[in-house]
């Protein structure tokens, strides 16, 4: 099937082959492009286009409304760095909450975590959840543990509705438009103040350093106000828009920047290829141009 404005064929070098490319818009004024050997998904569900395609340089890729949201060849860098920071820099997640993150991926890296009790998925779209079990099992494998508690609900809501309950927030959600928009606000990071345990820590993904300036600066004054600590922290991430992500923690009392040892819990002792207690602390110091972004 063809996504109609995302896949153009073009002729190939034989006149039997067509070339299939999947474009994403990064902005008005910048596109990439993947060619792909087949598109095995595409709806419109309640919220947003959601399609699964396969690609020659990144494999398997989740797109919604047209942007990427993980590829099977990238997805470890952003999903490591987005679950470990904040699970080694805590002394004892127990209670984790994820918002967003239907594809997995995050709760994947989360149970990795010998000490964790339970981890509540709140994702909007249910068919995220549905077509990842099915087209990306690599990413979405822990979503049957049973620690893991799925919730089909908007998260904006549920973490107004929670109180002091969870050791660790994890923010992974899309882009800010559509349901996404209420999770970069002040009055959310208030809400996920208030749904954290008195010692506990939350991280969100916060978009390009390159391409998003305005919002990094916006989110990173806004978690700053309603948390004590508020670090910003970045990863290479090549398919999304600039190839460097920037997080931004917000916690009550521990250090982001700091991961822990506690007991058998070591950075050492879990499996992984980009996260490790160097990388954990590298990616927390600054290049000039973005530490200028957080200046008050
Ligand atoms: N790693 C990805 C990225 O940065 O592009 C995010 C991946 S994950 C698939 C994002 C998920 O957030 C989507 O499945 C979307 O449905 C979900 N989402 C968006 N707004 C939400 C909301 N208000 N509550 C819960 N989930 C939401």
């Known amino acids: 099937m063809l996504l109609p404005g995302l896949l153009s064929g073009t002729k190939g070098v034989l006149s039997d082959l067509m070339e299939l490319w999947f474009t994403?818009?990064?902005t008005n004024d910048l596109k990439l492009s993947c060619r792909i050997t087949r598109t095995l998904h595409r709806e419109k569900t309640e919220f947003q286009d959601l399609a699964v395609v396969d690609t020659v340089e990144y494999g398997r890729m989740l797109v919604l409304d047209g942007?990427?949201?993980?590829?099977?060849?990238?997805?470890?860098?952003?999903?490591?760095?987005?679950a470990h920071v904040p699970m080694l820099a805590h002394p004892a997640p127990e209670k984790v909450l994820v918002i967003?993150?239907?594809?997995?991926?995050?709760v994947r890296e989360?149970?990795?975590?010998?000490?964790?009790?339970?981890?509540?998925?709140?994702?909007?779209?249910?068919?995220?959840?549905?077509?990842?079990?099915?087209?990306?099992?690599?990413?979405?494998?822990?979503?049957?543990?049973p620690r893991v508690n799925i919730r089909i609900e908007d998260g904006i809501k549920y973490v107004k509705e929670t109180r002091r309950a969870y050791d660790v927030i994890i923010v992974d959600s899309s882009d800010p438009i559509g349901p996404a928009v209420g999770l970069f606000s002040y009055?959310?990071?208030?809400?996920?103040?208030?749904?954290?345990?008195?010692?506990?820590?939350?991280?969100?993904?916060?978009?390009?350093?390159?391409?998003?300036?305005n919002l990094i600066r916006q989110v990173y004054a806004d978690i700053s106000k309603a948390f004590p600590v508020a670090k910003l922290y970045?990863?290479?991430?090549?398919?999304?828009?600039?190839?460097?992500?920037?997080?931004?923690?917000?916690?009550?009392?521990?250090d982001p920047a700091e991961?822990?040892?506690?007991?058998?819990?070591?950075?050492?002792?879990?499996?992984?290829?980009?996260?490790?207690?160097?990388?954990?602390?590298?990616a927390f110091v600054l290049p000039p141009f973005v530490a200028e972004l957080l200046r008050p």
């Open 24 to 26: 994403e818009n990064q």
């Open 67 to 82: 942007a990427i949201q993980t590829t099977v060849k990238d997805e470890f860098v952003y999903h490591e760095m987005i």
């Open 100 to 106: 967003g993150g239907g594809d997995g991926g995050t």
């Open 110 to 145: 989360i149970l990795k975590h010998p000490g964790v009790r339970e981890v509540t998925l709140v994702e909007i779209d249910r068919r995220v959840i549905e077509v990842s079990r099915d087209l990306l099992p690599e990413t979405s494998c822990g979503l049957g543990d």
């Open 187 to 213: 009055d959310f990071y208030k809400a996920v103040f208030e749904a954290l345990a008195d010692d506990g820590m939350f991280v969100a993904q916060t978009e390009s350093p390159f391409l998003n300036q």
């Open 234 to 254: 970045l990863a290479p991430v090549p398919t999304y828009p600039g190839g460097l992500w920037s997080f931004t923690a917000g916690s009550k009392v521990y």
């Open 259 to 282: 991961p822990r040892d506690v007991g058998e819990k070591r950075p050492e002792d879990l499996e992984t290829r980009y996260y490790t207690r160097e990388v954990h602390r590298a």
